[in-house]
């Protein structure tokens, strides 16, 4: 079945340092590819999205790039902020021959941005 | 993007209740997903949830435990019954925006079982 591998955390990163949280993942056919962001109490929202290789997401700064030669899909940032701080979660949207499409996430990668 | 709406937002619930969460969607969908979200862990799909059907519930989880209703395309519930301190979680609501396309994830109903 589907599945995706983040990077263990958690990340602690100074102020304007630079950020890589790596994702691969295993999925039949051609699954869309996201990161969610999970700020401190609150719910999750959508930071970036890509539908196709070598598609590249982009939303506040944050990248990533889907690499279907290496099923992976790192995300990045040049320079975080304290307010960067969450837990980021990889996520996968695949029809594995059903009708629905059904999101698989990562384990969640906590990141923590020191001033 | 859809807009999404979870109540309760918050509870401390007592051992062997049940509890239901809303979910209301500010437009028409076809398909809603329920999620659990235990301490310090990943996402897990409950069920998914058409209107005018039965759920379809993942592996490790039953309907009498997590009965769902879905009776138009902006609603549906989720109860979890006979709860006990391993159901403190937080449960999601989740539509697609489009088929297979991002999804729109409600704020989270934040259960506590004491």
Known sequence: ?115 | SAVISQKPSRDICQRGTSLTIQCQVDSQVTMMFWYRQQPGQSLTLIATANQGSEATYESGFVIDKFPISRPNLTFSTLTVSNMSPEDSSIYLCSVEDSPGMPFSFGEGSWLTVV
């Not at chain 1, 695949?94 to 969640?108: E, H, I, M, P, R």
Request: hydrophobic share 30%.
């Open chain 1, 1 to 115: 079945g589907d599945s995706v591998t983040q990077m263990e955390g958690p990340v602690t990163l100074s102020e304007e340092a630079f950020l890589t949280i790596i994702c691969t993942y295993t999925a039949t056919g051609y699954p869309s590819l996201f990161w969610y962001v999970q700020y401190p109490g609150e719910g999750l929202q959508l930071l970036l999205k890509a539908t196709k290789a070598d598609d590249k997401g982009s939303n506040k700064g944050f990248e990533a790039t889907y690499r279907k030669e290496t099923t992976s899909f790192h995300l990045e940032k040049g320079s975080v902020q304290v307010s960067d701080s969450a837990v980021y979660f990889c996520a996968l949207s695949s029809n594995s021959g059903g009708s629905n499409y059904k999101l698989t996430f990562g384990k969640g990668t906590l990141l923590t941005v020191n001033p």
